[in-house]
Nanobody, 123 residues
Framework: VQLQASGGGLVQAGGSLRLSCTAS????????LGWFRQAPGKEREFVGR????????GYGDSVTGRFTISRDNAKNTVYLQMNSLKPEDTAVYYC?????????????????WGQGTLVTVSS
């Protein structure tokens, strides 16, 4: 599976942005999908995960209540809706697939990684 993230850009604090991640191949619905982010000089951080059907999601503490993950298996696309953005949300955002059935936030449990998209939140 090859992934391509898009939708990043510059937004003011308090604003919203929606990222998309589109996959090639027929096996998209066989994978859980995750979003991670990495700010300059910092380690990669788990943002959230959605299971194969889209019925179950889980989020990192720093984004819970502000970010929402959804997916459209017919379009081979997963979304990350980001609301109430803060300057500390500035990072490159990546999507990735996971074959792990249960919830996981460990990057090692994710296989295919897409090219990231940059989100910059100004104060």
């Amino acid at each position: 599976v090859q992934l391509q993230a898009s939708g990043g850009g510059l937004v003011q604090a308090g604003g919203s942005l929606r990222l998309s991640c589109t996959a090639s191949g027929r096996t998209f619905r066989s994978y859980a999908l995750g979003w991670f982010r990495q700010a300059p000089g910092k380690e990669r951080e788990f943002v959230g995960r959605i299971n194969r059907s889209g019925a179950v999601t889980g989020y990192g503490d720093s984004v819970t209540g502000r970010f929402t993950i959804s997916r459209d298996n017919a379009k081979n696309t997963v979304y990350l809706q980001m609301n109430s953005l803060k300057p500390e949300d500035t990072a490159v955002y990546y999507c990735a697939t996971s074959s792990v059935v249960g919830h996981t936030s460990q990057s090692a449990d994710f296989g295919s990684w897409g090219q990231g998209t940059l989100v910059t939140v100004s104060s």
